[in-house]
């Protein structure tokens, strides 16, 4: 069972860090994050260097993860969430056979205390990390956008734990935390979590096949 989490400092005026703080294209299982990539005819000047991320909605707090960290988003299926999981832990996505483990973003963050209403909300998505092995979700994939690297405001490591807000960007009058995906989680939650997908991956396997 997820220790709660402390309340963490406000950011700025115009929004809150999470709580932690000290195109595509649509396939089978969901939509596929595809490369976005511009060329520029030879002899022409150097174009800005850019960066793409996901503008997500994480219990009404602007939120973003680089485009390269996420390999696909999915719908939110029916999740099954086994005895001794809670906290932050959503339940268990069947992904082919293997339980994949699904990380309520907004309570990991401290921005949601419980789990939201309307589990069947079509807004809702998990995305999935890059190696396809852990699940975050969240109220909403609002949009894909790309900025120049220059937009982009670091953030202190020490202003959030784990090092989890690594930068911010400013969206007319939003101002967008952007999430270090491998930052999420620390070493000992990645350990908790591991030992659950284990014992969930066993029960699986111990069901005969449909």
């Known amino acids: 069972m997820a220790s709660a989490r402390p309340d963490r400092p406000v950011a700025g005026p115009h929004s809150r860090l999470p709580g932690r703080a000290s195109s595509s294209y649509l396939g089978r299982r969901g939509r596929k ?19 793409a991320f ?4 994480v219990a009404g707090v602007a ?34 056979g ?6 309520d973003l907004a309570r990991l963050l401290g921005l949601r205390l419980v789990a939201a209403p309307g589990a069947d909300d079509p807004y809702r998505h998990i995305l999935l990390d890059a190696e396809g092995t852990t699940g975050f979700l969240v109220d909403r994939v609002e949009n894909l956008f790309v900025v120049e690297a220059s937009a982009l405001r670091p953030v202190s490591a020490e202003r959030t734990l784990n090092g989890c807000v690594v930068s ?4 007319a009058d939003t101002l967008v935390h ?9 070493v000992e939650e990645r350990t908790r979590l591991s030992a659950l997908t284990d ?3 066993t029960r699986l396997a111990a069901l005969p096949a449909a």
């Open 98 to 103: 293997v339980p994949v483990p699904v990380v």
């Open 168 to 171: 911010e960007i400013a969206r």
């Open 63 to 96: 939120c973003a993860l680089a485009r390269s960290s996420v390999s696909e988003i999915l719908p939110l299926p029916d999740l099954h969430a086994p005895p001794g999981s809670g906290g932050f832990l959503a339940g268990f996505l069947n992904l082919g």
């Open 54 to 57: 996901l503008l997500l909605d």
């Open 178 to 186: 952007v999430l270090g995906l491998p930052q999420l989680l620390t």
């Open 33 to 51: 994050v595809a490369d976005r990539t511009v060329s520029r005819p030879r002899g022409h000047p150097a174009l800005p260097e850019t960066e």
């Open 199 to 201: 014992a969930a991956a």
